[in-house]
């Protein structure tokens, strides 16, 4: 029997982040009904798309007590999805017709930025912000309620706390921040310098220099291009198979492909899986992120092991604390922004009590299942969120979930196009585009 009008409940809500997934779940909650307050430790909206010319003193990002610069963008990126498939269902990401706009169907991230800006101008959503106030602690107070602590500055530039009481979390933090680190033998002896791409910026600091980038992924590609004009050799090493469709790139390029290093000597020599060696002055790891939560105390009911964030029902409720806590944003390989929507118009609904949960005993088997499948064929415990195989049957469920139409047709055609495209010409795809 469906609820009617008087089981409708309108909650205190707590957002973490005013990247894209918080400013869309901020948007979805209000729609329902709740109240809400968006937390944004950056003195702007945008998250990760928010760049920074600034890096980080360890450029590793190993250090757990370091100054944290949120973003990862560097100063050549384009976005590697066209607009139109990657924006909001509710405010099509559309060129704006204005001179000082990005009007490319692959547009650098400033356009994402101010179309992340417009959005939240449109529908209201500044005024929920409140910038410059890091969540430092959430945890669980009785009756399913999470107290938020959250710091700020005073004018005088004073660190003060406030504690305060919510009904419900929503966590959208973001992933592209804590930097995943390849293990290298001898790396503590090698004299050379290395970083993580999350502190790349721009291709200068590596003129004349022989260096060695670890990964197969789009921030590995667009880099070694980026750096290939100043560097004295680029190499890229990866043990993915998929690394293999670039390698005709990388020969126009001058760029060097490897397997994956085997170890390093204290003379600077990089020696490779294959045998082969080059005498390298930087190692650039373009090797992922982690999932990060140091705010969040759940009693041990939700952890990350090995990069997986659980249990969680669906890549968002643990099912012992559904549906008060919830994440979005957590799953990779998909369509980020429409994914971010349908995530927020669900947890909306379930809050309000429109829309049901299984039991918590359902959820937990669900999980278990999950987790099951993905060891049956083999995919390790850190790709528990990658969804890339699934990613329009999970959209999908979510949107049928909330009573609403799936993934438009044209929309999957385009990333259909997008990543063929991209196996086909990995260099011009983005303007090459014929529609």
């Not at 690394?243 to 397997?259: A, D, G």
């Not at 799936?406 to 983005?430: H, I, S, V």
Request: aromatic share 10%; net charge negative; hydrophobic share 40%.
């Amino acid at each position: 029997m469906p609820p009617t009008n008087s089981d409708i409940k309108s909650l205190n809500v707590a957002i973490i982040g005013a990247g894209a997934a918080g400013l869309v779940s901020a948007r979805e909650l209000r729609r329902e009904g709740h109240q809400v307050v968006v937390f944004e430790r950056q003195a702007q909206l945008g998250g990760t798309w928010l760049y920074d010319p600034r890096v980080e003193a360890d450029p590793l990002g190993t250090d757990p007590s370091r100054p944290i610069i949120h973003t990862s963008l560097y100063a050549s990126l384009r976005t590697n999805l066209p607009r139109e498939s990657m924006g909001f269902r509710a405010y099509p990401f559309l060129p704006t017709g204005q001179t000082h706009r990005d009007s490319r169907r692959f547009p650098g991230h400033r356009e994402v930025l101010l179309y992340l800006n417009d959005y939240a101008t449109e529908f209201g959503l500044t005024e929920l912000v409140r910038f410059e106030t890091e969540v430092v602690y959430a945890g669980l107070v009785e009756d399913g309620k999470w107290k938020v602590r959250s710091r700020g500055e005073d004018e005088n530039g004073a660190a003060f706390d406030v504690d305060e009481i919510f009904d419900a979390l929503v966590v959208c933090n973001g992933h592209y921040t804590q930097p995943c680190i390849a293990q290298i033998p001898g790396i503590d002896a090698w004299p050379g310098k290395q970083m993580h791409s999350h502190s790349y910026r721009v291709p200068e600091p590596y003129r004349d220099l022989v260096v060695i980038l670890i990964g197969s992924g789009p921030s590995a590609l667009d880099i070694s291009i980026d750096i290939v004009q100043v560097a004295k050799e680029v190499h890229v090493a990866s043990r993915s198979a998929k690394v293999e469709v670039l390698r005709e790139l990388f020969v126009c390029h001058n760029i060097q492909l490897h397997p994956m290093i085997e170890r390093v000597q204290k003379d600077g020599t990089v020696i490779f899986e294959d045998g082969s060696m080059v005498l390298a002055d930087v190692i650039l790891h373009c090797t992922g992120y982690k999932y990060h939560l140091p705010f969040l105390d759940t009693n041990g009911i939700v952890t990350v092991e090995d990069n997986c964030v659980g249990p969680l029902y669906k890549h968002i409720f643990p099912p012992i604390l559904a549906p008060r806590l919830s994440f979005v944003g957590l799953p990779w390989r998909a369509l980020p922004f429409p994914m971010f929507e349908l995530q927020s118009k669900w947890i909306a609904g379930v809050l309000s009590g429109r829309i049901g949960l299984p039991s918590e005993k359902e959820m937990m088997k669900d999980v278990s299942d999950f987790y099951l499948s993905l060891e049956a064929t083999g995919t390790p415990k850190r790709h528990t969120h990658e969804i890339g195989d699934y990613l329009f049957e999970y959209s999908d469920w979510l949107a049928a979930e909330s009573g609403i139409p799936g993934t438009e047709e044209w929309r999957k055609k385009m990333l259909y196009a997008t990543l063929k495209n991209y196996r086909t010409q990995p260099e011009t795809y983005r303007d090459a585009w014929e529609d």
